[in-house]
């Protein structure tokens, strides 16, 4: 396979870092409930910050698409797996952009913010959203249960699409027998 019916280093590092990341946090982030009590605080703080790294790479990685051409698709690919590719891809975009943000406006909106700074990593201060914690108690008190709750639909969301994703590309490895793996990989 050449080089430009690959992916660059940068891409390649994007995706599986954030595909990496993503992981991890969906395990912290549903295994906080089924925690011993003590753990689930360090869990989320994890979590959260994770989640915010995340939004920073998902940025640079939607910032390497609008500058680089991806290489193009084998041409023996039929017009409805193309279409059905790129339609997946644009909606993984906008989960992997819509997971963390919700997610921060629904800490945003938590009550005890206060007593309990954002800090990434157990290091570096962060900030939370400045028009959320600004809002009345009654009205920040919604938006967190109702952010909370899109947080956690955007994740079922996020387990269907990335099962397509994945028969997808194996449907081209296994099933098509072609190189389809090594594009995102160097
Ligand atoms: C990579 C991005 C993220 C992914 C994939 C993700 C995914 C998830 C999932 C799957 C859950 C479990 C929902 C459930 O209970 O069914 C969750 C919970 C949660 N997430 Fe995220 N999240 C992300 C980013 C963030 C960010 C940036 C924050 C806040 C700054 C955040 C805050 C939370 C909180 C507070 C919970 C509830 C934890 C609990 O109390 O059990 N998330 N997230």
Redesign the pocket.
Known sequence: MTDAEKYTRTAVLLHWG?AL??LV??I???G??YAPTSW?RPM?DL??S???T??FLVFARIAWRLTHKPPTMPASYAPWERTLAHTVHYALYLL?LA??????I???A?SAAAGHP?KLFWIIPWFRLGFITSLPAPTKHAFHIWF?AI??Y??YV?YTLVAAHIAGALKHQLLDRRPELQRMWR
Do not use: M, R
């Not at 997971?99 to 921060?104: K, Q, R, S």
């Open positions: 954030i990341f993503i946090n969906v912290l982030g549903l906080a409930n689930q989320i979590h959260k994770i989640g915010i995340v939004l992997i997971l963390p943000i919700t997610g921060w629904h800490d945003s938590w954002l909370g947080h956690t955007l994740g996020l």
